[in-house]
């Protein structure tokens, strides 16, 4: 019995000294996070283009970025993804993760403009010429021309000059300024 009270003693005396010199060592310190800045495009930016390319830089350089949740290709720090867009507002996410450290994320928007095409409206009715544009997001703003005779002429107002000019690529909601009389 002496003996084997003489081992769970020298047991307990062992944990005692193991668990007493872990106290004395200081934690670990902790990774710093991860670093991520995106360089391009700049937040609010404006396209014309279906795509975009993302680019930017990480820390440490063997971090892992998704963009879209997708892998991007990462290069001494450096990553770039090429992004599709969706017509109008689009919101980009962008996460870097490496190792035990914290992980940094970001977004930004990017908004894919669709231009559209200014229809001829010369020689088109004033009613027919509205239609037209609002088709295409576009608004008209009229103003009257011809001569004092104009008002004696029998027929209908018509367009007689625009501008932007037909076949002209504009943003929507671009407003087409018109000329309209009775006889150009």
């Known amino acids: 019995m002496v003996r084997s009270g003489t081992l769970i003693a020298a047991a307990l005396a062992a944990a005692l000294a193991v668990g007493c ?29 279906g795509t975009v390319q993302v680019s930017g830089s990480v820390s440490p350089s063997t971090a892992r970025v998704r963009v879209q949740g997708r892998s991007a290709q990462v290069s001494g720090g450096r990553f770039r993804s090429e992004v599709s867009l969706e017509p109008g507002p ?63 002429v029998p027929k209908g107002l018509g ?12 943003r929507r909601g671009t407003s087409v300024r018109v000329l309209v009389a009775r006889a150009c």
């Open 159 to 170: 367009v007689c000059e625009q501008e932007p000019a037909a076949g002209s690529k504009v």
């Open 21 to 49: 010199g872990a106290a004395d060592d200081p934690p670990p310190k902790p990774e710093p996070p991860v670093q991520l800045r995106v360089s391009s495009p700049s937040d609010t930016a404006l396209v014309l283009g």
């Open 90 to 152: 689009n919101v980009i996410d962008v996460a870097a993760t490496a190792g035990n450290r914290s992980a940094a994320l970001t977004a930004f928007r990017v908004t894919r403009e669709q231009r559209v095409t200014v229809p001829d409206l010369v020689g088109a009715g004033v009613d027919d010429a509205e239609r037209r544009v609002a088709r295409r997001g576009l608004s008209l703003e009229r103003e009257r021309g011809g001569g004092f005779l104009d008002p004696l």
